[in-house]
């Protein structure tokens, strides 16, 4: 009696042990906690975390990252102390192309796989690159725009900051198209940054407009702050929708000025199934699964008109609630 009470005790400890194994700790790290991009990606990866549950395979998602998009020591920070921590793995989002590459080198010698999501880093010590294809957002921006200035004209491109792998990849895009496709159309402005926040962004779009403004006709912006802060601008400067804006990201802000018809077109990603998918590849690998080096997340292009199609419910308007409860 006392031998089976043995054998089924080691049973029952081994189904623990076994448990135990399939609950992963995993750390989200954005490049900053503000605007509506990063918490689509929150978003997306509670979806993993619930989608996995089903399956048995419980997950923590553990949610930290700077508070502005500019702060580059305190996400190196974040990924030291998740290290020194030893989570199962990090879903990281780069701040900077360059200055997280020790961290996440680090992270994995001491076997903490990283999944890259959003923007990307100059090592191939990670187990995957879940993103958008920015160069060809930037592309799309670039022909969109062309096409509602006639092939003619005059246009200001506000960049983000400099070491920001994805949207410089969307100004070098935009860039290729502009000269490529529309060379009659005029590039005035092209090195301004608009920094980390809709406030800088804002300033910077001031100067150009105070500079530019009688002259311009279009306008790219590279992300959502930078997009967000021309608009202010615009509205300001009385030129909101005289002047062809197209920018990149969705958002409360940017959706309601496409539909007033201030911002002509906007280039979207998918950051719900980046989150989503930046979880599930972690947790793949983790587990010993094959996954692709690089994943693409998708991009497309958003106007007045087709705002309310199906297709585009979950990126410009992401359901939130669901998965941050």
């Given at each position: ?134 160069r060809e957002g930037g592309r799309i921006a670039g022909r969109n725009l062309g096409k509602l200035l006639g092939g003619k ?173």
């Open positions: 009696m006392k031998k089976i009470l043995s054998i089924c005790l080691g049973m029952l400890s081994a189904a623990a042990v076994a448990t135990a194994a399939d609950t992963y700790q995993i750390a989200v790290i954005p490049k900053g906690t503000t605007h509506e991009f990063w918490k689509s990606i929150h978003a997306g990866a509670h979806k993993a975390r619930m989608e996995l549950a089903t399956q048995g395979i419980m997950v923590n998602v553990i949610w930290k990252g700077p508070l502005k998009e500019d702060d580059r020591e305190q996400q190196v920070q974040v990924v030291e102390n998740f290290i020194g921590r030893r989570v199962d793995g990090m879903v990281l989002a780069p701040l900077d192309r360059r200055a997280l590459v020790g961290p996440v080198e680090t992270a994995a010698r001491g076997k903490i796989p990283v999944v890259i999501i959003d923007s990307g880093l100059a090592t191939d010590k990670i187990a995957s690159f879940v993103s958008t294809d920015n004209g005059n246009v200001v491109m506000l960049r983000l900051q400099v070491g920001s792998a994805s949207t410089e990849e969307r100004e070098e895009g935009f860039l290729e198209v502009m000269k490529k496709d529309f060379p009659g159309i005029r590039l005035l402005s092209t090195d301004q940054h608009g920094g980390a926040t809709r406030d800088t962004a804002k300033r910077v779009s001031e100067n150009l407009l105070s500079r530019f403004g009688r002259e311009v006709n279009g306008i790219f912006t590279c992300n959502e702050s930078t997009t967000a802060g021309m608009l202010l601008a615009l509205r300001d400067a009385g030129l909101a929708g005289k002047v062809k804006l197209v920018g990149f990201d969705s958002g409360e802000t940017l959706n309601a000025g496409l539909k007033s018809g201030d911002i002509a077109g906007l280039v979207v990603q998918n950051p719900l199934n980046m989150g989503y998918l930046g979880v599930k590849t972690v947790v793949a690998v983790i587990r010993g699964e094959k996954v692709p080096a690089q994943i693409d997340t998708g991009v497309g292009f958003v106007t007045k008109e087709n705002f309310n199609d199906p297709a585009m419910a979950d990126i410009v308007n992401p359901p939130l609630a669901k998965y941050l409860k």
